[in-house]
């Protein structure tokens, strides 16, 4: 399960060490460690969006899925604010200019890329694997049930 504030609280530090860093007229190659740290934040934000639109089962039929949804409604939104200030710093022609703006997005796009392919697909079958295992367990609870009740019915 992803955390949402873990999540922004890692993309405000390397929102403020980026834009520290951009003032005083660092190279984004040299903050490539807290580019990775954006990244991976905002790729959890992602995922979390995805996660919290399509809820397993049994966390639709528990409820609790509406607190998770706004949790990363306004995460996106934090998130979306502090994108837009970089953009803005970052594209400022006396500070790096727009051809680092792009840079600085296919960075990103590929980091986003390798998490999604690795880590987001391992936990979607950790997820796959424990709603089989709930699903199958439910169903020999209930035949359980079941055949325990024609039996006491028929003595």
Not at 37 to 45: F, R, V
Not at 51 to 68: E, R
Not at 78 to 100: N, T, V, W
Request: proline letters at 3%; one cysteine or more; glycine letters at 8%.
């Amino acid at each position: 399960m992803i955390e949402v504030s873990v999540a922004i609280a890692g993309a405000q530090a390397a929102y403020n060490f980026m834009r520290k860093g951009v003032q005083v007229g660092r190279n984004l190659q040299d903050m490539g460690q807290q580019l990775q740290q954006w990244a991976n934040c905002m790729a959890d934000i992602d995922q979390a969006e995805k996660m919290a639109d399509k809820p397993p089962w049994y966390k639709a039929l528990g409820g609790g899925t509406q607190a998770q949804a706004m949790e990363v409604f306004l995460a996106r939104k934090q998130a979306e604010k502090m994108r837009d200030e970089l953009r803005q710093l970052i594209s400022h022609p006396a500070i790096l200019g727009p051809s680092h703006w792009q840079e600085f997005l296919k960075i990103e796009a590929d980091i986003r890329k390798q998490k999604r392919e690795h880590e987001f697909r391992r936990m979607e079958i950790k997820q796959s694997i424990i709603e089989w295992a709930a699903g199958v367990a439910l169903f020999f609870v209930l035949m359980g049930g079941l055949v325990g009740f024609i039996w006491l019915a028929n003595a």
